[in-house]
């Protein structure tokens, strides 16, 4: 027998939760399959850990505080997320391994079942390198759960992960070196990275601009120079991957990778404007993976437009906003200067010279404005205090393709972070209106009676 539904979500992490709760609240019947813990990577072992521990690291917590601040965190916010949500909401939420069998069709334990539309949102997992095969090792979905806190611990990347766990273990009081080849926090802007850098070396974080080769002797890593990174573990945070192999994918007709499902821009499976991918599985042509909660709801409203009321949907090709919640914080959103095109240029204004910050005893950081040759804001990064709640602005602003004069009109608070921006935009507004073509229209214009 072969239960039905108009939809199938394999996958209740945040994509396949979002796409799950919009079908269900629009009338469709919606079956959700999970194999692990409702709510995903995001809210089992990355995003809400990891805040978590920074924060309470932070506040000078203990280890077992620190754990005990993270079970907290999660206990509180899985309800939002949970198997009895979503049936109370008419989901038929099935747990198990799926395996297609059809184009449309699934196997999950003894369970057969189908869907007019199946949507992939199936996360995706740590790369581990092949050379730590056999040796202890740490990752995101084991880190929490430590007996006890490393007194020398490696982290092995240098994305914001790998960033974020050496602030909140340095800040624990572990020893911590980061190994991460030529660059650390690569997509983001050089300028804006500095002072991140900058401050963890000031409190003690040791940076290797190697590669790693080897699993050292101790627990630690070898590099490629011959040197051997001590270490009493090494923590992963190399990036992630997709790996739906266990899913029959080729049943379906569904072509992956390491980097995701290989979908258009309307995140439909190429063949088929049946199954869709979502969230850390889609990889859109011409866009490429963008593995963030946020943009994993963006997916969903994507797709809910397709299914559910048959309109156009497509992914962004900007860059998304991202944040890294080190100590200063690190937030960005669209383009680089220097991945902007021609006649683009930056304005960028220091928090030495904002008010607020001056009045804290915190100014160090900045932010930095691009706009292309039409003067509207294409991108925005920030780096200091507050950095990722003060780019919501600038999202919008890139967004809606807003020129900087709209920017340099807002009247906002005083004393506050957010006219660090505004004022930027001001002194390039002011460059124009106090050139010698409005100087002189003035004065003529004063002769008037």
């Given at each position: 027998?072969?239960?039905?539904?108009?939809?199938?979500?394999?996958?209740?992490?945040?994509?396949?939760?979002?796409?799950?709760?919009?079908?269900?609240?629009?009338?469709?019947?919606?079956?959700?399959?999970?194999?692990?813990?409702?709510?995903?990577?995001?809210?089992?072992?990355?995003?809400?850990?990891?805040?978590?521990?920074?924060?309470?690291?932070?506040?000078?917590?203990?280890?077992?505080?620190?754990?005990?601040?993270?079970?907290?965190?999660?206990?509180?916010?899985?309800?939002?997320?949970?198997?009895?949500?979503?049936?109370?909401?008419?989901?038929?939420?099935?747990?198990?391994?799926?395996?297609?069998?059809?184009?449309?069709?699934?196997?999950?334990?003894?369970?057969?079942?189908?869907?007019?539309?199946?949507?992939v949102a199936a996360g995706s997992r740590p790369i581990v390198p092949e050379f730590l095969?056999?040796?202890?090792?740490?990752?995101?979905?084991?880190?929490?759960?430590?007996?006890?806190?490393?007194?020398?611990?490696?982290?092995?990347?240098?994305?914001?992960?790998a960033v974020e766990m050496a602030d909140a273990f340095c800040s624990l009081g572990s020893a911590v070196t980061v190994v991460a080849g030529p660059r650390i926090l690569p997509?983001?802007?050089?300028?804006?990275?500095?002072?991140?850098?900058?401050?963890?070396?000031?409190?003690?974080?040791?940076?290797?601009?190697?590669?790693?080769?080897?699993?050292?002797?101790?627990?630690?890593?070898?590099?490629?120079?011959?040197?051997?990174?001590?270490?009493?573990?090494?923590?992963?945070?190399?990036?992630?991957?997709?790996?739906?192999?266990?899913?029959?994918?080729?049943?379906?007709?569904?072509?992956?990778?390491?980097?995701?499902?290989?979908?258009?821009?309307?995140?439909?499976?190429?063949?088929?404007?049946?199954?869709?991918?979502?969230?850390?599985?889609?990889?859109?042509?011409?866009?490429?993976?963008?593995?963030?909660?946020?943009?994993?709801?963006?997916?969903?409203?994507?797709?809910?437009?397709?299914?559910?009321?048959?309109?156009?949907?497509?992914?962004?090709?900007?860059?998304?906003?991202?944040?890294?919640?080190?100590?200063?914080?690190?937030?960005?959103?669209?383009?680089?200067?220097?991945?902007?095109?021609?006649?683009?240029?930056?304005?960028?204004?220091?928090?030495?010279?904002?008010?607020?910050?001056?009045?804290?005893?915190?100014?160090?950081?900045?932010?930095?404005?691009?706009?292309?040759?039409?003067?509207?804001?294409?991108?925005?990064?920030?780096?200091?205090?507050?950095?990722?709640?003060?780019?919501?602005?600038?999202?919008?602003?890139?967004?809606?393709?807003?020129?900087?004069?709209?920017?340099?009109?807002?009247?906002?608070?005083?004393?506050?972070?957010?006219?660090?921006?505004?004022?930027?935009?001001?002194?390039?507004?002011?460059?124009?209106?106090?050139?010698?073509?409005?100087?002189?229209?003035?004065?003529?214009?004063?002769?008037?009676?």
């Amino acid at each position: 027998m072969v239960e039905r539904f108009d939809l199938v979500v394999v996958g209740a992490g945040a994509a396949g939760l979002s796409v799950a709760y919009g079908a269900a609240r629009l009338g469709f019947s919606v079956a959700l399959v999970e194999r692990g813990e409702m709510g995903g990577e995001c809210l089992n072992s990355g995003c809400v850990p990891s805040k978590t521990m920074l924060a309470a690291a932070r506040r000078g917590f203990s280890w077992a505080q620190a754990q005990a601040e993270i079970r907290r965190a999660v206990a509180s916010i899985a309800p939002a997320d949970s198997q009895a949500r979503y049936e109370a909401l008419g989901v038929t939420v099935i747990r198990g391994a799926a395996r297609f069998t059809g184009r449309l069709a699934l196997a999950v334990g003894g369970r057969n079942i189908a869907g007019r539309w199946v949507v992939v949102a199936a996360g995706s997992r740590p790369i581990v390198p092949e050379f730590l095969a056999g040796t202890r090792f740490l990752t995101n979905e084991t880190v929490w759960a430590l007996a006890d806190k490393p007194k020398k611990l490696v982290i092995l990347g240098g994305g914001p992960m790998a960033v974020e766990m050496a602030d909140a273990f340095c800040s624990l009081g572990s020893a911590v070196t980061v190994v991460a080849g030529p660059r650390i926090l690569p997509r983001e802007d050089a300028e804006l990275v500095a002072p991140v850098l900058a401050a963890l070396a000031g409190r003690g974080v040791v940076f290797e601009f190697l590669r790693a080769v080897a699993a050292g002797p101790g627990g630690g890593l070898v590099l490629e120079d011959g040197r051997e990174v001590a270490g009493d573990v090494v923590l992963v945070a190399a990036g992630r991957m997709v790996d739906i192999a266990d899913l029959n994918p080729a049943a379906a007709g569904i072509c992956w990778g390491p980097e995701g499902i290989r979908t258009d821009r309307r995140l439909r499976v190429a063949g088929t404007t049946k199954i869709f991918a979502a969230g850390d599985a889609a990889c859109p042509q011409g866009v490429g993976a963008q593995r963030f909660t946020h943009v994993a709801g963006s997916h969903a409203g994507v797709i809910l437009r397709q299914i559910c009321f048959r309109l156009p949907g497509r992914v962004a090709t900007a860059p998304p906003a991202r944040a890294v919640f080190a100590a200063p914080e690190l937030a960005q959103v669209g383009v680089t200067l220097a991945e902007a095109g021609p006649g683009a240029r930056a304005l960028v204004q220091n928090f030495a010279e904002n008010d607020r910050a001056i009045c804290a005893g915190d100014t160090s950081g900045l932010v930095k404005l691009v706009i292309d040759r039409r003067g509207r804001i294409i991108g925005a990064g920030i780096v200091g205090k507050g950095a990722g709640e003060m780019i919501g602005m600038y999202v919008l602003a890139v967004a809606r393709r807003l020129k900087i004069s709209a920017l340099a009109g807002l009247v906002l608070p005083y004393p506050t972070r957010g006219e660090a921006g505004k004022r930027a935009a001001g002194v390039f507004v002011g460059e124009k209106l106090f050139s010698a073509g409005p100087r002189l229209l003035a004065r003529l214009l004063a002769r008037l009676p």
